[in-house]
């Protein structure tokens, strides 16, 4: 288990590496630039703001400086001037300057608002395995039956909404039209009912989808020989489920856990958007229209990170749930 780990930890580096480059090829392939206004800033104001970022560097030296953790200008490399190399970029923990928010740095962005962006995906976690997963076993125990039907219809509403709809239709029905929440969640840190919202919202898709994957592992379950020999013995029906079949039902279902608990921690953008959550969502939101390129990418490596330390966790959980599984 040993070996595996560090191979798969080691395994990260080129997949960030990738990330990293497909991330800052696209922001500077698009048109314009962060300093790109429906009132254009005088030709003087763009290269004295070029210059202080070093955006008038090559691109290349830009992303040594945004990557680091040695960050430099062309001229220090031409003249060999080693003493103008210092130490910053996304190995060195600095995730480089908001191009919009002058006086924050990303680092400052993201420690403002990360903690409240992971709170509200966990709940949203807890809510959608603490649902999805009974609404699939009772939808595989009650196959064909009023509950099955129930479940399934649930199912396809969770999976057919998308998480905006669903946000705005939430905000319209127990915010506006009944009063029952605060249409916004500005006293998120004081006020726990600014939660339910958000957290609702968010976790309707994942819900659908674990429902969705452990009604069909269950009914795969059902069928094995020895879900047929644990009845045969006279096994309480109880056992028969908890021992046999939802343990083994379980494994195809943690795959998907792993990405969904990533997703619903970094990619929880438009319901904070909507519901006005202080996290890092809003942020992400508002730069894509300002173009500001260090937030917008900053996010996209935290999220691609997110996601492969997530897929080694469900990776290492397996041989907890299957004892068979083994790691060499």
């Known amino acids: 288990m040993g070996a595996y780990l560090i191979r798969r930890v080691l395994w990260i580096i080129p997949v960030l590496f990738v990330v990293s480059i497909i991330t800052f090829s696209l922001m500077h392939a698009v048109p314009g630039g962060p300093w790109s206004k429906e009132k254009k800033l005088p030709p003087s104001v763009i290269e004295h703001l070029d210059q202080k970022y070093n955006l008038d560097e090559p691109v290349f030296i830009q992303y040594l400086n945004w990557v680091g953790p040695l960050q430099f200008d062309e001229g220090a490399l031409q003249r060999d001037e080693a003493d103008n190399l210092v130490f910053g970029g996304l190995l060195a923990g600095d995730l480089g300057p908001s191009y919009k928010y002058l006086d924050r740095s990303v680092n400052d962005i993201v420690a403002d608002g990360i903690w409240v962006t992971v709170q509200l995906g966990l709940m949203s976690f807890i809510l959608s395995v603490i649902v999805g997963i009974p609404l699939g076993v009772i939808a595989a125990l009650r196959h064909n039956g009023i509950p099955d039907y129930a479940a399934t219809f649930v199912s396809i509403i969770g999976i057919a909404t998308p998480t905006f709809v669903a946000s705005i239709l939430l905000l319209v029905v127990f915010s506006i039209a009944l009063g029952w929440f605060q249409p916004n969640s500005l006293d998120w ?112 490596m935290l999220y691609a990170a997110a996601i492969a330390i997530m897929n080694l966790v469900v990776d290492v959980l397996y041989a907890y749930i299957d004892p068979r599984i083994r790691y060499s």
């Open 189 to 300: 840190r004081t006020d726990p009912s600014s939660w339910v919202l958000p957290v609702i919202a968010l976790s309707l898709f994942p819900i659908a989808q674990i429902a969705r994957y452990t009604r069909a592992s269950m009914l795969e379950v059902t069928r094995r020989d020895y879900v047929r020999t644990a009845h045969s013995k006279g096994v309480k029906e109880g056992s028969v489920v908890v021992v046999h079949m939802i343990r083994n039902a379980l494994i195809p279902v943690v795959t998907i856990l792993g990405p969904l608990l990533a997703f619903l921690i970094t990619g929880s953008f438009i319901t904070e958007f909507i519901f006005s959550v202080p996290g890092i969502g809003r942020y992400y939101v508002t730069s894509i229209g300002q173009r500001d390129y260090g937030v917008i990418m900053a996010m996209t």
